[in-house]
């Protein structure tokens, strides 16, 4: 594989499975508050505690596995794990259901955290950590506007459609072997 195609996937691949994770239920808190009878403060526990309660887990997880399985193996349960966490809350009928997706979701973002940057430092030292630490930025921004515009425009489902965002993004990294 050459250079170019593995820069390319080390920035999709943080872009949607670290990125996108991280910012694509903020911005669509009116829409999940009102499809799901919940304040603000449930809200807020979807977005931010259960889903980084998942990631502390997926890192500390992470870093044991990573003694133990080839770098790519770890990549992909991460995209998959995304895939899973985002259909699931995408699916969900209930607050439970939503936290379970959410926290299926920050499992990916911790192991995806320890996988992708040291691929990328393997394959092209700095610069591709750059590239990954661009990626996974770019990932929350992407996230943040979509959800806002959506959310702005008073579309009703604003929520599924971020979320289901963040199935199709590692979806693709998964189908195309993007890294």
Known sequence: ??????????????LAVIGWNCGNVGPVVGSLAEDFDIGLGEVGLLSGAFFFAGSAVGSLVGAELARRIRVLTGIWAS?????????????GDSVAVLATGRVLAGLAFGLAAVFIPTYARVIGG???????????TLGVAAA??????????????????????GVALPAFCCAFHVS
């Open 144 to 165: 943040l506007l979509l959800g806002s515009v959506l959310e702005g425009a008073g579309v009703d489902v604003a929520w599924v459609v971020a979320v289901g965002v």
């Open 126 to 136: 700095v610069k591709m950590v750059g590239l990954f630490g661009a990626g996974l």
């Open 1 to 14: 594989m050459n250079a170019p195609r593995r820069s390319i996937g080390v920035f999709v691949l943080a």
């Open 79 to 91: 995209c998959l794990l995304s895939i899973a966490g985002n259909l699931v809350f995408a699916a």
